[in-house]
């Protein structure tokens, strides 16, 4: 009596119906952040080897009236399946973009690039190029300062599409780094034929670059790729300093990550480089 208790349990998880209502809570209050102004860009530093900030990486986070600030592994999923990540993500470019056009006086920040994550799924609309040229127009970015961080999934399908518009956002001074490279499951081949600037090398390599050694053999090839194909190459999730001088042993002189710094507030970021241009 007492197994089949359990299996009935099973077919009616009171558990799995709240997790349902949490989903369908959570969509119509996704729908409302952007009328409600609940989304935020953090900012983490990217450093050159003597630890001198480069640029940042923009971050969204949700403001949310009860739970605080949410992490985007909570939502980002979600917004692709709503197709909500198109507006959000408009939004996140032209944030970014105003940062860009409001940092043009200052010569420290005015050096700073802001890389700006596109989701597939935005990237893939039909009216991509049109909205972000529209963003484009109208905050008057310095674009030679903006770089897209786009993902190895960009380019199992539909690969001249995604060329194409690249090609057109380059021709503007936008440049491309590929990011959590290596977590893909493409073929190395579309590398040659994309426009890249840069190979963003995953920080779940980078974590494990001292304890494991296939991992330091897939960082060592990394690089050893960009190298080759003249691209720039950033290593992310750095936490230590072995970490750093491991990688710097091997060639690669770009960094993000903990040890660095955290992403935090857009005063935040701009308070640690004029502390930086001080010293
Ligand atoms: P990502 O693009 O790979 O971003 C790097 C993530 O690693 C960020 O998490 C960052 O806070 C975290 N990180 C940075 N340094 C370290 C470190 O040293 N150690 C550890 N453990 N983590 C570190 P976050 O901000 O939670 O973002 C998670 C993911 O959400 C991002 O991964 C990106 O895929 C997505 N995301 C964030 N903002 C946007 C956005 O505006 N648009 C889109 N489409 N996706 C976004
Ligand atoms: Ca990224
Ligand atoms: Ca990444
Ligand atoms: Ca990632």
């Not at 009596?1 to 809570?25: E, I, N, T, W």
């Not at 599409?161 to 893909?184: E, I, N, P």
């Not at 690669?252 to 001080?278: K, M, N, T, W």
Request: include cysteine; charge should be negative; hydrophobic fraction near 45%.
């Amino acid at each position: 009596a007492k197994g089949s208790g359990r299996q009935a349990l099973r077919f009616f998880d009171p558990s799995m119906q709240a997790a349902l209502h949490a989903k369908v809570k959570l969509e119509a209050e996704l729908r409302q952040a952007l009328e409600n102004q609940q989304w935020r860009l953090h900012y983490q530093p990217q450093v050159d080897r003597h630890g001198s900030f480069t640029g940042v990486e923009a971050l969204l986070r949700w403001e949310h009236p009860e739970r605080g600030l949410v992490s985007p592994a909570e939502f980002i999923p979600l917004l692709e399946s709503t197709g909500l990540i198109n507006d959000v993500g408009e939004w996140v470019l032209e944030e970014a973009c105003q940062q860009l056009a409001r940092w043009v006086y200052s010569p420290q920040l005015s050096q700073l690039t802001i890389s700006v994550n596109i989701s597939p799924l935005q990237f893939r609309e039909t009216d991509f190029l049109t909205r972000v040229e529209q963003v484009f127009h109208h905050t008057q970015a310095p674009l030679a300062q903006l770089k897209l961080e786009v993902t190895e999934s960009l380019f199992v399908e539909a690969r001249d599409d995604a060329r194409d518009k690249m090609l057109s956002l380059k021709a503007l001074g936008v440049r491309f780094s590929l990011d959590d490279f290596g977590t893909g499951y493409s073929s190395l081949a579309y590398l040659a034929q994309l426009p890249l600037d840069q190979l963003k090398i995953d920080q779940s390599f980078v974590q494990q670059v001292l304890e494991s050694k296939a991992n330091a053999a897939i960082v060592e090839s990394t690089i050893a790729l960009a190298k080759s194909l003249n691209l720039d190459i950033i290593a992310e999730g750095v936490e230590t300093e072995a970490q750093q001088a491991w990688l710097m042993a091997h060639g690669c002189h770009a960094f993000q990550g903990y040890l660095f710094g955290r992403p935090v507030s857009v005063s935040d970021i701009e308070a640690a480089v004029s502390a930086q241009s001080r010293h």
